[in-house]
């Protein structure tokens, strides 16, 4: 389904997702209250163990407290960014396939990329990790004395964008087994999410080569935090090493964009056998 | 407990364990767990390689720690059905069987423990070698002690489980907000993740005394043989003795309130 002006399109139905957002939360202090609240909680659970062994340590490894911090206001701001814009169950894709909920996407007359971009849009109920971890990775930058050019902004911009598009495509490559295995595979991205933001926040120099090679193509943690943090550091400066990150992303996007779509195929054969009238599932 | 009562659990138990043939999927599960282990394994070698002497626990017991933690990593933070079954709006289901509540979540899910302890937690014990890991516990006293201490952590877990069920539906918020609030905050008090040993400014001392200490820590420093057993035994018999009436009085005190929020 083609779509006349889609940028505007876009920005529209951001603009909507995000009015409906606040909407949601103004509904009174208490939710508001309980929605920040349990964000904040959870991304500096997410962060602090990591923080402590480098406290404890002095660094983890050849990383120096600083950097250490630098890692995990980088990895915070990833995951706040993918709350942010996609939230919903855009990014634990299995459970809307498994529920059957593909349809209710489906059924709307607009093409689904545009969708997929925009019905996660919660920028007021999932930034509660954003601003921590912008001002982490900032802080944690001037205490390293940092030297950075307009091109260090640049770079970062496009590893944060590579380490969003690496977590959601290695989120949808998983969760598509949901077209074939919906019961089965309704909550595998929850086990998929829970590997990425576990292990996201750690230095992971010290690992065997075969295991190091691995956490950076076939389970790729070591790209949503770890190998860019290294990069904006300047720890890998070299242009293969700057290049490696996007590089990855595309392969890895277009590798689950070619299996969502054969998914997406056979869900248009079979249909959901879990969704029913009353809004349970079998 | 009548035998035809017992039985029923028994049922129970196995109806639920049977859910796992549904699909070889749980495969993935626990391939993603190995690498997380294998992550922090190869973690704590780099953190601790060259420093052992300065550190609360020798290399070699941070490693053990790591692999049982996962291996009983279900039992160590307890999970029943109730949070799904409020979500789902099924708890009434449980209510008209002639079971309690409780012991039929704890049925259910001592079930789907069966199989992860027999294609994932035995399997990881014995290729722990092949990783450079004794996962043996560190005396026979020490193997002895583990069991009441893991019943015990078990306990304090369920305990929990039904309290923040309760906080759920008292406080009328959503099911998973208070369910990733508290998986947030118990990997990260409880020691299940990182030995409390190794937390700085005296945290550990601090947290050790919390309920969740007693869900994985104290099994975990007693197996490894970190912490003084009687002690750890004692704050995990005490914080049941508090939990249970707890849980089971908010429990009762917010049943009603679950009509309304749709369980």
């Not at chain 1, 930058?141 to 050019?149: N, T």
């Not at chain 2, 196995?14 to 043939?21: N, P, Y």
């Amino acid at each position: 389904m083609a779509v006349e002006r889609p940028f505007k399109r876009l920005i529209h139905l951001w603009r909507l997702y995000a009015t409906m957002d606040l909407l949601f939360l103004a509904r009174g202090p208490q939710v508001a209250l309980a929605y920040y609240l349990a964000d904040i909680v959870v991304g500096l659970a997410a962060v602090t163990a990591t923080f402590l062994l480098a406290e404890r340590f002095d660094g983890i490894g050849p990383w120096t407290k600083p950097q250490v911090l630098f890692l995990l206001g980088y990895a915070l701001l990833v995951r706040g960014l993918i709350d942010a814009f996609f939230n919903y169950n855009l990014a634990f894709i299995s459970r809307r396939i498994g529920r059957g909920q593909l349809d209710h996407v489906l059924i709307q007359p607009q093409p689904l990329w545009i969708v997929l971009l925009t019905e996660g849009f919660a920028p007021v109920t999932g930034s509660g990790m954003l601003v921590p971890g912008l001002g982490l990775l900032f802080w944690a930058a001037s205490q390293l004395g940092l030297a950075v050019p307009p091109t260090w902004y640049l770079l970062l911009a496009i590893d944060l964008l590579a380490s969003l598009a690496v977590v959601l495509a290695f989120e949808y490559i998983v969760g598509s087994l949901a077209f074939w295995a919906p019961r089965a595979a309704e909550e595998i991205n929850s086990s998929s999410w829970r590997l990425v933001t576990q292990l996201a926040p750690f230095p992971l120099e010290g690992l065997a080569g075969w295991a190091l090679g691995s956490l950076v193509t076939v389970v790729p943690v070591g790209l949503v935090a770890w190998y860019p943090a290294r990069v904006l550091l300047g720890i890998g400066s070299t242009v293969w090493e700057n290049a490696l990150l996007p590089a990855v992303a595309v392969g890895l996007s277009t590798l689950a964009f070619w299996i969502f779509t054969r998914g997406l195929r056979h869900y248009g054969r079979t249909g959901s056998t879990r969704y029913l009238d009353y809004g349970h599932r079998r | 407990m009548t035998p035809l009562r017992f039985r029923a659990y028994v049922k129970t138990a196995a109806m639920s364990a049977g859910d796992v043939g549904d699909s070889p999927l749980f495969v993935v599960d626990f391939a993603l767990r190995i690498l997380r282990v294998l992550v922090l394994l190869a973690l704590w070698r780099t953190i601790l390689g060259g420093r052992e002497a300065s550190g609360p626990m020798p290399l070699a017991a941070v490693l053990t720690y790591t692999v049982v933690a996962e291996v009983f990593a279900e039992q160590l933070a307890v999970r029943t059905a109730l949070q799904l079954a409020v979500w789902e709006g099924t708890l009434v289901i449980r209510f008209l069987r002639p079971m309690g509540m409780v012991r039929q979540l704890a049925a259910e899910m001592a079930g789907k423990w069966l199989i992860s302890l027999s294609l994932f937690s035995i399997p990881l014990v014995l290729l722990a070698p092949v990783l450079g890991v004794d996962p043996r516990p560190t005396s026979p006293l020490a193997a002895l002690l583990f069991i009441p201490s893991l019943a015990l952590a078990i306990i304090v877990g369920l305990a929990l489980d039904l309290l923040f069920g309760a906080i759920t539906v008292a406080l009328e918020q959503p099911v998973w907000l208070i369910d990733y609030t508290r998986t947030a905050v118990a990997t990260l008090l409880s020691g299940a993740l990182l030995p409390l040993a190794y937390y700085p400014w005296g945290l550990g001392d601090v947290f050790s005394w919390l309920p969740f200490a007693a869900m994985a820590w104290a099994p975990l420093a007693i197996y490894t043989g970190t912490g003084s057993p009687l002690p750890l035994l004692a704050s995990q018999l005490l914080w049941a003795a508090v939990l249970w009436p707890t849980a089971d009085w908010l429990w009762r005190a917010n049943r009603e309130k679950l009509v309304g929020y749709g369980g």
